[in-house]
């Protein structure tokens, strides 16, 4: 085996790997819409960290594989493996590259609608905390620090 074909052999261990965990990255942003669209939060706090972890590991295994695309003189990303696939014609790695390509957009794309499931979330929150504060009939006041304040000292405006 020469040095070219061990790292090319790599460079395909590593391909499964990140398709791997690509693989359980999207299935964690399935659950994750799967609670948002259930409207509890119930679980977020766990999803989250382990798209954290996910997210870690996914970057991990794609500079690994950068690095050994550049041993044997490839560019890194996208670019680099489109060249090496074509030398590597006929290998499963073409079709662990599309997929991972495949799986890579229908992340991006749950990770968007994710977002904005949680930012109607955040306005939906943010409108009960205002009618919330209207009814008690606090004003809204800013300390130093730009937070808002409530209850401040009991008195109101312009009284002495």
Do not use: C
Not at 1 to 19: K, P, R, Y
Not at 42 to 64: F, H, I, M, N, Y
Not at 94 to 118: C, P, Q, T
């Amino acid at each position: 085996m020469t040095a070219v074909s061990g790292v090319g052999e790599n460079i395909a261990a590593l391909l499964a790997q990140e398709l791997g965990a690509l693989r359980s990255f999207v299935e964690l942003l399935h659950q994750e819409q799967s609670v948002l669209v259930s409207g509890t939060s119930d679980g977020l706090v766990a999803l989250a960290t382990g798209k954290s972890q996910a997210a870690l590991e996914l970057g991990r295994l794609a500079a690994a594989r950068d690095d050994a695309l550049a041993r044997i003189h490839f560019p890194p990303g996208r670019a680099g493996m489109d060249a090496w696939i074509i030398t590597d014609s006929g290998s499963p790695s073409s079709r662990e590259w599309d997929e991972l390509l495949a799986l890579a957009a229908e992340a991006r794309a749950l990770n968007e609608a994710n977002g904005k499931l949680i930012g109607v979330h955040l306005q939906h929150n943010q409108r009960a905390l205002s009618a919330l504060s209207a009814a008690v009939g606090q004003t809204a006041t800013y300390g130093p620090d730009g937070q808002s304040m409530s209850g401040v000292g009991g008195r109101s405006f312009g009284s002495v």
